[in-house]
């Protein structure tokens, strides 16, 4: 017994004969290719071939293009849910994390107007509230440059008051700032270039600690700053937030770590503990 499977046009005719018998009736299977298909019904390896799917392909290109734009744009026509102003194909935005539409216009004040470090999604309603973040990219494609640079910069500040270690740059309007580790006591600003002393807590470049602490005192009768930085640093000595290196006088201020503290400038040498002054 044997069958065969033959296309013409739109349908496939299968024939089956046994032996020397004439063959049934044909049945008609519809069919997609003009292909001839052989069957062998004592076989069980016969296999159909299938069509190759093409629209995965598809649809896996469209997510990698889709994910190379900055912001991704609105396909039908919607209300936005802030401002209530019918918004055409292609001029509002779709968040990408939540897929809430907006028009850039109260996207823009939701940015510029933040008070956080991120940007939440701005749907509200009376049920829900979205807790979805803008991305990067869709913050820098909607705002202008400038606002852009502050929302980067209040981002910035915050992290840098969130961390323990820190320390801001001496000079005057410097936004240079760093995490510092126990053994280091310089800090060479990248933003401005000066050299800053963790210890002290100000920038004098040309003189040690001993020296620019006497020259403090000296200058503290005849200049205001000066005096205001005495004052800081005796209500640090008094509240025992700093205390004098035994040796050699120099006010010492605890970062972090361990309580012993390796006293003496210039190889005085030495040890106090802190929790004991």
């Known amino acids: 017994m044997s069958a065969r ?8 005719v299968l024939q089956i004969s046994y032996n020397n018998l004439q063959p049934l009736e044909p049945l008609l299977i519809p069919e997609t290719s003009d292909t001839i298909h052989a069957f062998d019904l004592h076989s069980d390896t016969n296999v159909i071939p299938e069509e190759v799917d093409t629209e995965k392909p598809q649809t896996y290109l469209e997510l990698v293009q889709l994910d190379d734009v900055k912001c991704v744009t609105n396909t039908e026509p919607f209300e936005c849910p802030v401002c209530f102003v019918d918004i055409g194909v292609g001029e509002g935005i779709v968040l990408r994390d939540c897929l809430h539409s907006f028009c850039r216009f109260c996207l823009l004040n939701a940015i510029q107007y933040n008070t956080e470090v991120e ?52 000079t005057v309007d410097c936004c240079g700032w760093c995490e510092f580790d126990d053994k280091v006591n310089v800090f060479r600003c990248p933003v401005c270039g000066h050299e800053n002393c963790i210890n002290c807590q100000a920038i004098h470049e040309t003189m040690n600690c001993k020296q620019y602490q006497d020259q403090l005192d000296f200058n503290a009768a005849q200049n205001e700053d000066a005096m205001k930085t005495k004052e800081l640093i ?42 004991s002054m």
């Not at 701005?122 to 606002?147: A, G, H, I, M």
């Not at 640079?149 to 320390?167: D, V």
């Not at 025992?240 to 770590?257: F, H, I, S, T």
Request: aromatic fraction near 8%; charge should be positive; charged fraction near 30%.
């Open 234 to 275: 005796d209500n640090m000595l008094l509240r025992d937030e700093a205390l004098r290196c035994p040796q050699c006088q120099v006010v010492l201020l605890k970062k972090w770590g361990c309580d012993w503290v390796p006293v003496g400038a210039k190889g005085s040498g030495g040890h106090i503990r802190w929790m």
């Open 119 to 170: 940007v939440k999604c701005p749907f509200r309603n009376n049920d829900y509230s979205c807790d979805s973040r803008l991305q990067d990219r869709e913050v820098k494609e909607v705002v202008p440059l400038d606002v852009y640079e502050r929302y980067l910069q209040k981002s910035i500040s915050t992290a840098e008051s969130k961390i323990e270690k820190s320390f801001h740059c001496k």
């Open 5 to 12: 499977v033959v296309t013409t046009g739109a349908l496939a």
